[in-house]
């Protein structure tokens, strides 16, 4: 019983100083969070508490207004910290790969499937939606690195309908922190079972990084690699 209730506890601490830590790091980039937060409780718990007056009853009401703001305060707490996150993930490489490791149940999500020495990449993600190829990067660029990926993505999926989606605030872009969104609105085409069949094609053709040679065991000092490719 004594373990359960250390387990709780510490569970409990773990939750708080989260919750303070993303406090810290949303007012980073969000000054005003903490006056925002404030207004919303106020506001709500005196809205409620002044209908209480009104029909009689500001006990009940002013316990359901506390819990209520407490509430309020918490929704817009997460979505401005979640609009502080994408604020501070834009523009870095990699951001999309995140979102994409964010984007829910039923979504198989493989980063870094395609790049070029620009260093333009495309990550992969699989659902009942389809095939969605995420691209961040230069947008001419992209063009034909995405055309090429879908090329290779319709020969080993017949059956999936593949969608591209440039990361982006330029026209036919879609900003970071709608690229979830995006992909969510997209028509449900796929069974479950064209879903896993899917990704067995695709796990089966391997991706940039499992495909990518890498020797095996460390180098032995002194060993240099010669411009033909081959360890001497």
């Known amino acids: 019983m004594a373990r359960k209730e250390n387990a709780d506890t510490a569970a409990e601490t773990g939750r708080l100083k989260q919750i303070a830590l993303t406090y810290k790091m949303t007012r980073r980039v969000d000054k005003r969070v903490g006056l925002v937060l404030a207004g919303v409780g106020i506001v709500t718990f005196g809205v409620l508490l002044a209908i209480g007056f009104l029909v009689g009853h500001p006990v009940y009401l002013g316990i359901l207004g506390f819990i209520l703001a407490f509430l309020a305060m918490a929704i817009v707490f997460g979505r401005r910290a979640e609009a502080a996150a994408f604020g501070q993930m834009e523009g870095q490489p990699g951001a999309a790969a995140a979102v994409l490791e964010n984007v829910g149940r039923g979504w198989s999500t493989t980063p870094a ?15 009942k939606a389809g095939i969605v190829l995420v691209a961040e990067g230069n947008p001419n660029r992209l063009k034909g690195l995405l055309a090429a990926e879908k090329k290779k993505m319709a020969r080993i999926v017949i059956d999936a309908p593949v969608h591209d989606i440039i990361v982006g605030d330029g026209e036919g872009q879609v900003p970071l922190k709608k690229v ?18 899917a990704n067995d094609r695709l796990r089966a053709m391997g991706d940039l990084m499992s495909n990518m040679p890498l020797p095996k065991g460390p180098m032995p000092k002194g060993m240099r690699m010669p411009r033909g490719g081959k360890m001497r």
Do not use: C, E, Y
């Open 180 to 197: 979830r969104t995006t992909m969510l609105k997209l028509p449900r085409v796929l069974s479950g079972p064209q879903v896993t069949a």
């Open 113 to 127: 499937v395609a790049m070029n020495r620009s260093q333009d990449v495309i990550h992969r993600a699989v659902g």
